[in-house]
């Protein structure tokens, strides 16, 4: 059964390890940390701990604490690992960096050299039973996908005054950029390249744009993956070339408090359109932050997680639905100091 499922994975989720062009880098597609995928994957406007990262690297200058942030995930029946790590540090002038480093790896494919049949025929082989194929595998090889991520934060305020006697409207404004280096290893060959991100979020009191005194704060964020392109030269003869397209990914997100039970509500939409439209929905709730409660939809895909805190370590749990193989799990843990 492995050996049929192991092919079936490869196929459907790593097209760029069979196939050249624009799908090379689908593995980071995938997403990073544990949080925003049980929100579905709609974190590009909230994006406030260390995986805003990989969704929106000017949320990082959200982050008021040094965060260290550890995943792993369990992908289709357990035929692949997905591992993320990151740490985050805040500096002066409202300013945060971060590192995070991300894999994919799948290991035991079978792979048939079939060497020992070069120079037969099929008139040979049909005559000689040693020749026949035995559908034993020659050998065992691993794949490993690595995304290494260096990214920087900023965050300004300014105060606009919208005029005819209206009212001051505080607004926040986040930039960033992710540089970014990817690292791929299947079988005896080895392919890399260098790109990088840019992003930006606003967040603003919704309250005083509707004059609804109870709403809280509304949050807009655009993400440019991969601007320009990013290429992945590989160590063949040809020094083939593969590239990972630019994706454009938009958020949308609603922070609510609901003060009479001590919780916050976030509530975030996100679509972006690197092959085709995708949509990301999602819902989060954090009662006294110590618990906190999460669905969204992954495209098509239902997703949940859920989070406890205790003391400075918040423990993290999702899962996402998958109709071709089955779903995958993600932990984590997130530590602030």
């Not at 989720?13 to 990073?32: E, V």
């Not at 029946?77 to 894999?103: E, H, R, V």
């Not at 690292?183 to 260098?194: A, I, N, T, V």
Request: aromatic share 16%.
């Amino acid at each position: 059964m492995r050996k049929i499922l192991i092919p079936i994975f490869l196929i459907i989720l790593l097209p760029g390890i069979l196939s050249a062009g624009r799908y090379a880098g689908d593995f980071i597609l995938i997403g990073s940390g544990v949080r925003p995928l049980g929100m579905g994957g709609a974190f590009t406007a909230v994006a406030n701990n260390g995986s805003a990262i990989y969704w929106n690297s000017s949320g990082l200058a959200q982050i008021r604490d040094i965060e260290i942030e550890v995943m792993r995930a369990f992908l289709y029946k357990n035929l692949a690992t997905y591992d993320f790590f990151s740490f985050c540090i805040p500096l002066p002038a409202n300013t945060t960096i971060g590192i995070s480093f991300t894999q994919l790896s799948i290991d035991d494919i079978p792979f048939y050299s079939e060497e020992w049949l070069v120079g037969t025929n099929v008139y040979i082989r049909s005559r000689d039973v040693d020749l026949h194929l035995t559908g034993e595998p020659d050998g065992f090889f691993s794949s490993n996908d690595q995304l290494f991520e260096f990214a920087f934060a900023k965050n300004f305020s300014q105060v606009i005054n919208l005029g005819w006697l209206l009212f001051d409207l505080p607004v926040e404004y986040y930039i960033g950029g992710t540089f970014k280096y990817i690292k791929k290893d299947l079988y005896k060959f080895l392919g890399s390249g260098m790109g990088g991100d840019i992003s930006f979020m606003v967040k603003t009191d919704f309250a005083l744009i509707t004059d609804i005194d109870w709403l809280g704060e509304i949050k807009f964020a655009l993400n440019l993956q991969d601007i320009g392109g990013t290429k992945i030269t590989w160590d063949t003869r040809s020094k083939h070339t593969d590239e990972i397209i630019t994706n454009p990914k938009y958020g949308l997100a609603l922070i609510q408090p609901l003060n009479f039970i001590k919780s916050e509500i976030n509530l975030a939409f996100d679509w972006n359109t690197m092959y085709e439209y995708n949509r990301h929905i999602g819902v989060e709730l954090i009662y006294k932050d110590l618990l906190s409660f999460r669905s969204g939809l992954f495209n098509e895909h239902f997703t949940a997680g859920m989070g406890i805190r205790y003391k400075k370590f918040l423990i993290n749990y999702a899962f996402i639905t998958n109709d071709d193989l089955g779903g995958s799990h993600r932990v984590g843990v997130t530590a602030n100091f």
